[in-house]
């Protein structure tokens, strides 16, 4: 088995963005019951989200720069190239927008969310927006992963019907 | 008896407004780069590559308007059920408006 630092840095930032998801969705959770004893919780919480979010992009962003341009050449010549062009395209865009969230949310949870009605609500309201957007990204970054395997698999021969 | 509705905090209205703006200039951005290829340019030149620009843009967006909001106590003159829709509706438009534009140009 061959492990190369681009399997490293793909995997590392898929694995961050999921656990970013998954931070942001605890919050969710944990804020859709807040007491004053789970604030401090939702604070940590909330600071994974950022940390994990700032992690893939990072990682994302340096694959992204360093090794996505031959994968691209790649899925364009195959049957998918809408897997660059509307996918990729989206998601390496979309992914800022769930990065903003991501870093307000340590933010928004610092007011009394136990006692501020409005504070609970903009919590609730960005941490769902951060799990939606993070599912859309994750969903394109797997159309991308298969309109390169399509493209491999039509050049290489197999996988034809 | 405290009857006055419950506010957002100075930062957390701030950021919340700083976040809709930003996340409606990114889109607005994709859109121009993707049009303007001088500005695809221009953006490519600054860091080396125009996405790298583009993500620093946005961070600063975001981090310089909510220090200025916040300063101001601009964000705080919106009601907070206001504010939350905006942001709602910003990240809407901005995702939806990102996939629309790559799927129809």
Known sequence: MNITSRDIILLGHAAFGSLAGLAALWVFVETLNARAESAGRIYKAALIAAISMGAAWLLGGYWYVDFYPADKAIILKGPWPLAHSLFMETKEHLVFITGILAFYLPIAVRDKIYTNAAARKMVLSVAALIVLTGLAVEGAGAIVNHGATVALQRANGTGAR | ?105
């Open chain 2, 1 to 105: 008896m405290n009857t006055k509705p419950p506010q957002l905090g100075r930062a957390s209205a701030a950021f919340a407004l700083a976040a809709a703006i930003a996340c409606v200039f990114n889109t607005a951005l994709a859109w121009a780069r993707d049009a303007y290829a001088p500005l695809n340019n221009l953006m490519a030149s600054l860091t080396g590559n125009p996405w790298i620009t583009h993500c620093l843009a946005d961070c600063v967006v975001f981090a310089g308007l909510g220090l200025i909001f916040r300063k101001t106590w601009a964000a705080n003159k919106i009601g907070p059920n206001h504010l939350v829709s905006i942001l709602i509706w910003a990240v809407a438009a901005a995702s939806l408006g990102l996939f629309a534009w790559f799927l129809l140009f």
